[in-house]
């Protein structure tokens, strides 16, 4: 038992609270404070008994995202109440028709959606892209429960470090798949960077750290850069009469992660770490030429890259985000990121849709795609009644692109995920128009439907009613739109030939004087080795299959047989396969320990990652292959844990000292008589390693290699990677998986 001051924590309760209720009263209009208060001691009481992981008690929990709420967000009385009572459902015996009679019905709506939503990746994968569907499809009732949701996940992120470890690793991964690309889609840039900087702070805690250490350390030399580069531009905005304010702010954790990784460089060359950022009281109609006369002043001082130009002010991203972006040379020879935008842009770019709804509410205007994304979100979900999960990641490629902004042939401005085609854009227009397009012009030229879109074309899109659809569409769309459109009638046109080919097997059958069952059926299905009964069908009726080839059937037991000494054959592969792997583990092998009862399991290391001792590691029981062990940072882990997380089981490293395993290392040097000589004798000689490959590659005095060998652990990987970067020329030596 944990002994706790109950009169203490009561205080600090109603001091929540009342921080709470001071962030909201901008926002409060006569008799909202009293709801407020009505659905606070709800939730008090409610929750009275319960405490979250960490001990505290459990109402910290819904004041907190009541406060993101408000603070982060900028949502407002109803919201609080929802949020305040979001887990009361759910977690006490209150039902929503109580929730209703005490709040109404606007607040039970949101209630029931937040409630619905929460299991969305409690269980099996095809669960969880459906729940994951029905929660978009709330979007269309009311966005304010995604908003809150993303609040609530918000703080179990803030505070994941009480969960134990294969919560945390399986919470933060479902964040970076799902509630990290939702959060920048509705334009909350400040949430999605700090749910990413989490996110990597749980699954690789050490390059975390390091990342915010050399921030920190490097956090005076920056200050003192920001000061002199931006002296010259504030003493000429005062001059020419502007009221501003300027920011010079590191870049995410995340963001300078993702640069060294994508890049391959280490922290001290990322040379964009922070961006400036000018922000301008402006009134609405001088907003635009408040920005370029800042844009002028800034590169009269330094000169622009002309490639990194972004102008958001005449055409705003879709998800609303609005500001004038370039990369300009400082006097020390850095590029620097400056960012201009005012008042209102900014609060946009930090609040994303709740602020997008207040300024639309006051001044009319509404140019930001967010209201269209909405609506076809909603249109996407009504139409589409195919698998779950094929959807969820159409959804998601969807999120991460980037746009391009093409014209119809009147001049109408559309916005396309990057890399659409032509197909995409008919789709675009209408679905009649996708199915039937046989090509198009672009800015008057003749191109095919596959033709990618560039910023700026004008597109006109040809048709023909002979014209359908087929498979080989799908490879030359991006769009979730087109591909959902496109798999209808593929869909339809499958079942027209589903219903022929059952009708032709029928009359076969019967000529055959046999039965037409399931389990003949079935038996025809293995025959022609084939998923589904209706794969089978579809072929008859598609003619894939000929009906005549059916009679051979007859001779389906002596094929059976042969089949059956065939699978016999391939187990036999499998388990020499196994066999093999384990004896490169070395026959007196250390064991991975597995589970929480320190059970020794048989286990996999995954070739996609290849997983080396003092890799963080976790294991993921497959359906053939048994479990296979992945590094935390492979590249599948977060569709593994997030998707599969009920497959997803702890595991770690026991001491280890006499197996080896299969590492890569990319070697970049001069190249001079004699390097590789070198690079060998370091390997074979002084650490004992096993090679098991080397390439390399010498270009115009550069030499480049790449060297598979076997060693015992990320500590022997390190000593190697050390001793080699010691040897005269090489450059850079790194880790590959
Ligand atoms: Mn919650």
Not at 100 to 109: A, H, L, Q, S, W
Not at 315 to 324: A, D, I, Q
Not at 340 to 360: L, S
Request: net charge neutral; charged share 30%; aromatic share 8%.
């Amino acid at each position: 038992m944990i002994q706790v001051d109950v009169e203490e924590e009561r205080k600090e309760i109603l001091k929540r609270y009342r921080r709470l209720l001071r962030h909201a009263k901008p926002v409060l209009k006569p008799g909202d404070a009293k709801f407020i208060k009505q659905a606070f001691n709800v939730s008090l009481e409610a929750h009275k008994d319960m405490r979250r992981k960490s001990g505290e008690p459990y109402i910290y929990h819904p004041l907190e995202v009541a406060l993101i709420c408000v603070e982060e967000i900028g949502l407002g009385t109803t919201s609080i109440v929802a949020a305040l009572l979001h887990d009361v459902v759910e977690d006490t015996d209150w039902e929503l028709e109580d929730i209703e009679r005490e709040f109404g019905p606007k607040v039970m709506t949101i209630i029931d959606g937040l409630t619905k939503i929460s299991g969305v990746f409690e269980y099996g994968s095809s669960q969880q892209a459906e729940n994951f569907r029905k929660m978009l499809l709330t979007l269309s009732d009311d966005v304010r429960v995604i908003l809150i949701k993303i609040a609530d996940r918000l703080n179990n992120m803030r505070t994941l470090g009480s969960m134990p470890r294969h919560k945390q690793l399986k919470i933060s991964s479902e964040t970076m798949y799902l509630y990290a690309p939702l959060a920048h889609r509705l334009g909350l840039y400040a949430i999605k960077s700090e749910l990413e900087d989490l996110y990597l702070k749980y699954t690789d805690t050490d390059t975390y750290k390091d990342i915010v250490d050399k921030i920190n350390e490097s956090k005076s030399y920056r200050n003192k850069f920001i000061k002199s580069f931006i002296q010259p531009i504030e003493e000429e905005l005062t001059r020419q009469g502007f009221k501003f304010s300027i920011k010079g702010r590191p870049k995410s954790v995340y963001s300078i992660y993702n640069k060294m990784k994508k890049q391959g460089i280490p922290f001290e060359e990322v040379y964009d770490l922070f961006a400036i950022r000018i922000i301008l009281e402006s009134e609405l109609e001088s907003e635009k030429a408040d920005c370029w006369q800042v844009y002028s002043i800034v590169t009269d001082f330094y000169k622009p890259n002309p490639d990194r130009l972004r102008d958001w002010i005449s055409t705003p991203r879709s998800n609303g985000y609005e500001s004038l972006h370039t990369t300009v040379m400082s006097n020390t020879g850095q590029w620097v990121e400056v960012q201009i935008r005012t008042d209102r842009m900014d609060e946009i770019a930090e609040r994303g849709y709740a602020a997008h709804w207040k300024y639309k509410d006051s001044s009319g205007k509404s140019n930001s795609g967010l209201d269209d994304w909405i609506t076809q979100v909603r249109s996407m979900l009504e139409s589409n009644d195919g698998n779950a999960i094929e959807f969820m990641d159409d959804f998601r490629g969807n999120l991460f692109h980037e746009e391009v902004f093409v014209f119809t042939p009147k001049g109408d401005l559309k916005v396309l995920p990057f890399g659409a085609s032509a197909l995409d854009f008919a789709f675009e227009i209408h679905t009649e128009i996708g199915a039937r397009c046989i090509g198009a012009k672009v800015n008057q030229k003749l191109v095919p439907i596959n033709q990618k879109l560039k910023n700026g074309d004008q597109v006109e899109i040809l048709t023909s009613s002979k014209q359908r659809p087929n498979e080989d569409w799908l490879n030359s769309v991006v769009t979730s739109r087109a591909k959902a459109k496109i798999k209808d009638a593929l869909r339809e046109e499958k079942k027209s030939a589903i219903l022929d080919g059952r009708e032709i097997v029928q009359r076969k059958l019967k000529q055959m004087k046999m039965d037409f069952n399931s389990e003949t059926i079935e038996k025809l299905r293995a025959y022609f080795e084939l998923k589904t009964a209706n794969e089978f069908y579809y072929r008859v009726g598609k003619g894939t299959i000929d009906p005549t080839s059916i009679k051979s059937f007859k001779d389906f037991k002596e094929n059976q047989k042969l089949k059956h000494k065939a699978i016999q054959e391939k187990v036999k592969d499998e388990s020499s396969f196994t066999k093999e792997i384990k004896s490169l583990k070395g026959p007196d092998h250390d064991q991975l320990l597995i589970g929480e009862d320190m059970d020794v399991v048989d286990y996999i290391l995954a070739k996609c990652c290849n997983p080396i001792p003092g890799d963080d590691v976790f294991g993921f029981v497959t359906v053939n292959e048994g479990i296979k062990i992945h590094r935390t940072s492979c590249p599948n882990a977060l569709e593994l844990l997030s998707n599969h997380g009920n497959r997803v089981i702890k595991a770690r490293w026991t001491s280890q000292k006499e197996i080896a395993f299969l590492a890569g290392l990319h070697i970049v040097g001069t190249d001079r008589v004699g390097l590789i000589n070198d690079v060998t004798k370091v390997i074979s000689n002084e650490l004992k390693v096993n090679m098991r490959s080397i390439t390399v590659d010498s270009d115009a005095g550069i030499f480049e290699g790449t060297i598979k060998l076997y060693v015992h652990s990320t500590e022997h990987l390190d000593k190697l990677m050390n001793n080699l970067s010691q040897v005269e020329g090489i450059i850079k030596v790194s880790r590959f998986d």
